[in-house]
């Protein structure tokens, strides 16, 4: 999930702690809190979950009709998905 270089950077991320999650379902513990508060973890994430290739970020209802544009935020990102006068989604 982490290099091991950033797990031993923050208690809370061991490589214990990151193994509890893969444990049997009776005895698993969710991810550590750092996961969720840590900032450079999050960047972490973001790089190596969402930046290595396509993810779904919105749906075509979300600009319906041609000349549509539709600003979000997707990973700490700013986006906007835009539908074409060809009535293709970009």
Known sequence: ?????????????????????????????????????????????????????WACAGFAIDAPIAGDLYPFEFAGLPLFMARGKDDVIR
């Not at 444990?23 to 973890?41: H, K, M, S, V, W």
């Open 1 to 53: 999930m982490y290099a091991k270089s950033r797990i031993d950077d923050k208690p809370e991320l061991t490589s214990d702690a990151l193994n509890r999650v893969l444990a049997p379902i009776e005895t698993a513990r969710g991810l550590p809190n750092a996961c969720y508060t840590d900032q450079q973890a999050f960047e972490e994430e973001r790089q190596h979950v969402f930046a290595q290739g």
